[in-house]
């Protein structure tokens, strides 16, 4: 068995445990905001691509397997607690809009959906017109809403290191695709790796 082989088989069972850990935590406090069944939906969907991921041009090394790992996993340690810094409307549009965005993305990238940075095919449609990591905007969009919702010196830890890893999985990301042509031309054209026009 090769090592992307064994990387693609911890994948589907880190995504699977981390769903399940999602369901376990957060189902409790949907009849309080039904805007988190859409967010269970998308990890959902998460665990689905990665179990029909198509073989590419994986990253064996520590790094980016730690990275791609650590950058997933982290966010999910948020805790339903905290104050409820804005009005369920405001954390709704977020939640909603984020987890929307990252679903939209997700169906983009189809089977070439990874933890790991790789390279299964240059994505250019849909979301990736805007940004090159539009899955990551999503996610950060969505952890803003989450913390509207539940405002706490905890959840605050735990998303400024997400977005830490994040940000680290898009150089490591880029590092893999940069060897390819096609995706070369694709960053000359959209500039934006996470906001339009800015980042």
């Keep these: ?5 064994l990387i693609h088989l911890a994948e ?25 069944v859409i967010f269970l939906i998308a990890e959902l969907l998460g665990v689905v691509l990665i179990v029909i991921q198509r073989p590419g041009d994986v990253a064996t090394g520590l790094k980016p397997v730690l990275l791609g790992f650590s950058g997933t996993g ?18 709704t549009v977020l939640v909603v809009g984020g987890v929307t965005l990252s679903i939209l993305a997700k169906l983009s990238l189809r089977r070439s959906f990874g933890l790991v940075a790789a390279n299964r095919g240059v994505k250019e449609g849909g979301l ?21 919702l539940y405002l706490s010196a905890w959840n605050v830890a735990i998303y400024v290191l997400t977005w830490i890893l994040l940000w680290m999985r898009t150089d490591e990301e880029e590092r893999v695709l940069r ?8 960053a000359s054209r959209v500039r934006s790796r996470l906001v339009p026009g800015l980042i």
């Design 179 to 186: 060897t390819d042509p096609a995706y070369c031309a694709y």
């Design 1 to 5: 068995m090769t090592l992307a082989r």
């Design 128 to 148: 990736y017109k805007l940004v090159r990591h539009p899955m990551y905007m999503a996610y950060i969009v969505n952890h803003i809403g989450y913390l509207m």
């Design 74 to 91: 982290v966010a999910l340690l948020i805790v339903p607690n905290g104050v409820q810094l804005a009005p369920d409307f405001v954390s």
């Design 12 to 36: 589907c069972a880190f995504l699977l445990l981390l769903a399940g850990l999602a369901v376990w935590r957060l189902y409790p406090a949907v009849p309080q905001h039904p805007q988190l």
